[in-house]
């Protein structure tokens, strides 16, 4: 009997210490809000503490592996969005090309009669 291995995605059981520290102080920062007791300065000084927070949780290997891949793929979307761009291009040129083969061909055919006419017109006179 055949047996099928699969593989599953796992996710750490237990968060970052950056990222518990930042949760942290987002709880800190809305129960300042909530009191009214606290003064503007301990709720600057939550604030800081909350951006230092965000810019060490940033820092962090898997943080920034995540936002080179969203990059990444913003760099791709916009290969793709250029390559469409262009492919609608060469259609465009490619119709402007046809209808001006199309005028000159009847420019050619008008420039043809005429000369017709005028060589009927010159043989009569």
Request: some cysteine.
């Amino acid at each position: 009997m055949a047996s099928f291995h699969s593989r599953s995605n796992s996710f750490p059981s237990q968060s970052h210490p950056a990222v518990n520290n930042v949760e942290d102080l987002l709880e800190r920062l809305k129960a300042s809000q909530e009191t009214s007791t606290s003064s503007i300065c301990a709720n600057l000084a939550n604030l800081r503490d909350l951006h230092d927070g965000i810019n060490n949780m940033i820092q962090m290997s898997s943080i920034q592996q995540s936002l080179s891949h969203e990059q990444e793929q913003n760099l791709i979307n916009e290969l793709l969005e250029g390559s469409l761009k262009l492919v609608d291009l060469c259609g465009f040129s490619r119709d402007i090309v046809q209808l001006t083969k199309e005028s000159v061909q009847d420019l050619e055919s008008y420039i043809r009669r005429n000369k017709v006419v005028l060589k009927l017109q010159h043989q009569i006179n």
